[in-house]
């Protein structure tokens, strides 16, 4: 195998790798995918995330959607998507072939290993936004999974775009504000910014007695956010012109 990679390379190997990966990412190469799969692996588990990126890079050129299950996979096992481009190879791939990445997103959720349902939620919440009203209750029912990760990655796609405005996902939020987990509450309390109203504030005021210090924390921002939301209108008007 041509391509072994390292993160320390010096910057002129560094370039000529650049070079190889573009030429490899095409579906000629192909052929290489069970390598690819074997390498993508191990720079995961290494945490090394330039030649990560780059084997990411080749596989999703070369076998396209036939790459995402090891790519779906990988966003389980990684620890060090810094720069998020890990996820960028998968969404082109998404947009690319939404029937397979639908496949693949269901049996994501529907897997037995907790980190493939966490990764399956976030797949379903970023797969197509103008179908959210036919998956949403599958991101719902992620919130209640025996797995705190799980439901805290439920909650995050709630409070996300895909959520946003739908009542069954403000449902979903409020309710998981008094989840065990202190994990799932941080990410519930992160969500309820997505909403303005008495109800929230209300909820959000009584996280202030909750006994996880980053839980109280991000309940004073969203709470300071929404009434800085309220007042914007009256600081608009103020500004106008007297005589209109």
């Given at each position: ?37 074997e390498?993508?692996?191990r ?83 970023a ?6 009203d036919?998956?949403i ?52 309390v992160?969500a ?16 202030a ?33 007297h005589?209109?």
């Amino acid at each position: 195998m041509v391509l072994q990679l390292d993160g320390d390379q010096d910057p002129g190997r560094r370039r000529r790798t650049a070079g190889l990966v573009e030429q490899l990412a095409r579906p000629a190469a192909r052929f290489l995918q069970p390598r690819l799969e074997e390498l993508l692996h191990r720079y995961v588990a290494a945490d090394d995330s330039v030649a990560r990126d780059q084997i990411a890079r080749v596989l999703a050129g070369a076998c396209e959607s036939a790459a995402l299950p090891a790519l779906l996979r990988a966003l389980v096992e990684d620890r060090n998507d810094d720069g998020g481009t890990l996820q960028r190879d998968v969404l082109k791939l998404f947009r690319g072939s939404p029937t397979e990445a639908m496949e693949q997103v269901m049996s994501c959720l529907a897997a037995e290993d907790a980190g493939l349902r966490r990764v399956g939620v976030w797949g379903l919440s970023a797969l197509d936004w103008s179908q959210r009203d036919e998956y949403i209750e599958l991101v719902v029912e992620a919130g209640s999974d025996v797995d705190s990760s799980v439901r805290s990655e439920a909650m995050s796609a709630l409070g996300s775009v895909f959520g946003a405005g739908h009542p069954r996902a403000r449902e979903a939020v409020m309710a998981a504000v008094r989840d065990v987990d202190p994990e799932v509450r941080r990410s519930a309390v992160e969500a309820l910014r997505s909403w303005s109203d008495d109800e929230t504030e209300a909820l959000l005021l009584t996280c202030a007695d909750d006994p996880d210090s980053w839980v109280r924390s991000q309940a004073a921002r969203a709470l300071a956010g929404i009434r800085r939301r309220e007042r914007a209108p009256r600081h608009l008007l103020d500004a106008l012109p007297h005589e209109l």
